[in-house]
């Protein structure tokens, strides 16, 4: 059962400005508030790509030269890739800016989603977060 307050509803111009103003991490592409998915065979580049998205949120890059992205800070939640991957996706995206992509892995100890500090994290910082990969949680 939903309990709810009157107060709580929306009116029929909070509806309509709702609707018309879908954020985005990525636009078009990567809904804010949602989940999203890259998938593909193993060694396809989803973790390559993925860093090429977070890199240009992080720094507010237009993706592709085509999509623009809301700057929000960035976590990747990555259980597959070991450090001289990471060091390898720094280096190829040196140039998209400064702001960097902050990383929990392996090494690191990745929380668990359910984590009540990362909830909290998520609570406070509003991050994209990237998890790489999804199997392994």
Known sequence: MIIFEYADLLDENEI???EDVE??????LVPCNAISMLFGEEKSGKSLLSRYFGKSVANEIKVFGKYA?????VLCLD?????QDIRA????FTRLGSERIRYRTRQTG?????S???LRLCEREHPLIIIDSM???
Do not use: G
Request: charged share 25%.
């Open 89 to 92: 996706f720094t280096t190829y």
């Open 69 to 73: 992205t809301q700057k929000m800070p």
């Open 135 to 137: 199997t392994k949680f």
């Open 16 to 18: 309509s400005e709702a």
């Open 116 to 118: 009540p500090a990362l």
């Open 79 to 83: 259980l597959e890739n070991n450090t």
């Open 110 to 114: 990745v929380p668990p989603l359910d």
């Open 23 to 28: 954020k985005h991490a990525i636009e078009k």
